[in-house]
């Protein structure tokens, strides 16, 4: 089955009202704190002319310079929430955009992890090669698996062998698919792998997709849609 376009047509907008209410909430105490905040500032300021020196008064001018300090911390600070509300509001609306996903098949370029059963992925070979393989590297970056693979791009399965037939420990290993010619590597791709959504979420403002590998990407990783085969 063909690798779809990873835009959907049709997304959710529960997450974004939801997002979008609580921003509001978050804006309406903002603004109560600043209210009592000012209110506080103008008792000190009661308080400080009343037990002023009598013979060296405070000018009028300091109050101008306190007014105007603290009129600037608070613009900034209403600024600094109200790009924080904007930030939230966008974030929201990826995760609704996203949500549509859930229960597809999302291709990606990462690591994969064997569980002893062969992993089906998706290789480029460069049009040019002579000869092609898979090659398979532990987490530690050493090459545990070379799988010699068809010179045609398309669907292959890795069989996670060792050098003498017996499977790979189970783990996470990264592929990647060399294009050669009299033995030479003149092209490297990364092997990308399908895996199924099971769940979107929204962190540190932005949109997370997990994945059934219990591996987390995040949208831009996504290559390709397609519907599960499960």
């Known amino acids: ?20 209410t609580t921003s509001d909430n978050s804006l309406e105490k903002a603004t109560g704190g600043f209210s009592t905040d000012f209110e506080t500032f103008l008792k000190m300021l009661t308080t400080q002319l009343r037990n002023q020196d009598p013979l060296n008064p405070i000018e009028s001018s300091d ?11 608070e613009q900034q600070v209403l600024t600094n929430d109200l790009l924080t509300d904007l930030g939230a509001r966008i974030g929201a609306q990826g995760l609704s955009q996203v949500s549509g996903w859930i229960g597809m098949e999302a291709l990606s370029e990462l690591p994969v992890t064997f569980s002893g059963e062969p992993v089906s992925l998706l290789a480029t070979v460069d049009p040019q090669a002579e000869a092609a ?20 791009s398309g669907q292959v399965l890795w069989a996670g062998l060792d050098p003498i037939g017996l499977p790979l420990a189970h783990g996470d290993y990264a592929l990647s698919v060399h294009s050669l010619v009299n033995d030479d590597i003149i092209a490297r791709h990364n092997a990308r792998v399908p895996s199924r959504i099971v769940e979107a979420q929204f962190e540190a403002g932005e949109a997370v997709l997990l994945l059934e590998s219990g591996q987390r990407i995040s949208p831009d990783q996504v290559l390709g849609l397609r519907p599960s085969s499960q």
């Open 133 to 152: 393989e898979i090659v398979a590297t532990n987490a530690q970056g050493i090459i545990v698996n070379r799988q010699p693979i068809p010179t045609t």
């Open 1 to 20: 089955m063909d690798v779809t376009s990873a835009s959907q047509p049709s997304f959710e907008a529960g997450a974004l009202q939801r997002g979008a």
């Open 63 to 73: 109050f101008a310079v306190q007014l105007a300090t603290f009129s600037t911390v």
